[in-house]
């Protein structure tokens, strides 16, 4: 079945260390990928967005992400989080054929600590 | 600038009674989505849309219908509400193909007493 996982339910960085959060998706064919953030008691605000071309991508508040068919993962990354960064972030597909689908993985709790 | 914009933001239901949430895009966006949020589950697809006069379901339709009457509108109906589905639901709208990254609107919370 097609699917988006995110293994790690939490993750804990001081600040400004380096960030890595990971995402990989099954899915048999072209996948529209997504990260969004969520902080407490908002909507999911879109971070950044991968269609078929360039693997990494930039996002906002300086987020990438890097796309690889290989390894079926698309993980994002910051080079110095911010304490502002504390959030929930989820990893997002869209299946391409058929049903235009918008999956969800179950997300992570990003902890920044001072 | 592009919106999703649900309401009510807050409600308070009676057990068996009527719930209509609603949902408003000025996106252009063929496709809308609804989507419940529960803590250990993530974001759960209810119904979608590809377009007025479509709906299809999700991954837990079960005790809702979905209706979209225009491209803008999408409105998701418990038409006899139970305990079980307090929470806090999503819309969303995004491009045809999903070349149009979604956006989400703030969240409806629903409580059913």
């Known amino acids: 079945a097609q699917s988006v996982t995110q293994p790690d339910a939490r993750v804990t960085v001081s600040e400004g260390a380096s960030l890595q959060l990971r995402c990989k998706y099954s899915y048999f064919g072209t996948p529209y990928l997504f990260w969004y953030v969520q902080y407490p008691r908002q909507g999911l605000q879109l971070l950044l967005k991968y269609y078929p071309g360039d693997p990494v991508v930039q996002g906002v508040n300086g987020f990438e992400a890097e796309f690889s068919k290989s390894n079926s993962s698309f993980h994002l990354r910051k080079a110095s989080v911010h304490w502002s960064d504390w959030a929930v972030y989820f990893c997002?597909?869209?299946?391409?054929?058929?049903?235009?689908?918008?999956?969800f993985g179950s997300g992570t709790q990003l902890t920044v600590m001072p | 600038e592009a919106a999703v914009t649900q309401s009510p933001r807050n409600k308070v239901a009676v057990t068996g009674g009527k719930v209509t949430l609603s949902c408003n895009q000025t996106n252009n966006h063929n496709n809308m989505y609804w989507y419940r949020q529960d803590t250990g589950h993530g974001l759960r697809l209810i119904h979608y849309?590809?377009?007025?006069?479509?709906?299809e379901k999700g991954d837990i339709p079960d005790g809702y219908k979905a209706s979209r009457p225009s491209q803008e509108n999408f409105s998701l109906i418990l038409e006899l509400a139970t305990p079980s589905q307090t929470s806090v639901y999503f819309c969303?709208?995004?491009?045809?193909?999903?070349?149009?990254?979604?956006?989400f609107g703030e969240g409806t919370r629903l409580s059913v007493l």
């Open positions: 849309s590809y377009g007025a006069g479509s709906t």
């Open positions: 969303a709208s995004g491009g045809r193909d999903g070349n149009q990254a979604p956006l």
């Open positions: 997002a597909v869209i299946l391409s054929s058929g049903s235009w689908q918008l999956i």
